[in-house]
Nanobody, 127 residues
Framework: EVQLQASGGGLVQAGGSLRLSCAAS????????IGWFRQAPGKEREGVSC????????FYADSVKGRFTISSNNAENTVYLQMNGLKPEDTAVYYC????????????????????WGQGTQVTVSS
């Protein structure tokens, strides 16, 4: 059974940091890219970052470049999203998702290219 377990959300003041974790199981980790998406109320789901576990290639949305860092612990099938310099506009439910690398490479921010989704974790940034 494929499982993606996201954790690490919370309430933080603007300028603060959080680290999200996505623990994956039930599929061949090296064949998949793991992406982080977020969705704020009334807004579309937005691709935030993605990492290819096999070669470490990464993608960042312009809105988070220089503030967020994605990393992968392949031994533990876990992907992390370190979020620094958080802003109120980063407030959203954050989801991790897995998609075949051969698909995701065509559009790492496109949620339609991801096959498996975890439950969300709420990130709230106060001003």
């Amino acid at each position: 059974e494929v499982q993606l377990q996201a954790s690490g959300g919370g309430l933080v003041q603007a300028g603060g940091s959080l680290r999200l974790s996505c623990a994956a199981s039930g599929f061949t980790f090296d064949d998949f890219a793991i992406g982080w998406f977020r969705q704020a109320p009334g807004k579309e789901r937005e691709g935030v970052s993605c990492i290819s576990s096999s070669d470490g290639n990464t993608f960042y949305a312009d809105s988070v470049k220089g503030r967020f860092t994605i990393s992968s612990n392949n031994a533990e099938n876990t992907v992390y999203l370190q979020m620094n310099g958080l802003k109120p506009e980063d407030t959203a439910v954050y989801y991790c998702a897995a998609g075949l690398i051969s698909w995701v490479v065509a559009g790492p921010a496109d949620p339609r290219l991801y096959s498996y989704w975890g439950q969300g974790t709420q990130v709230t940034v106060s001003s």
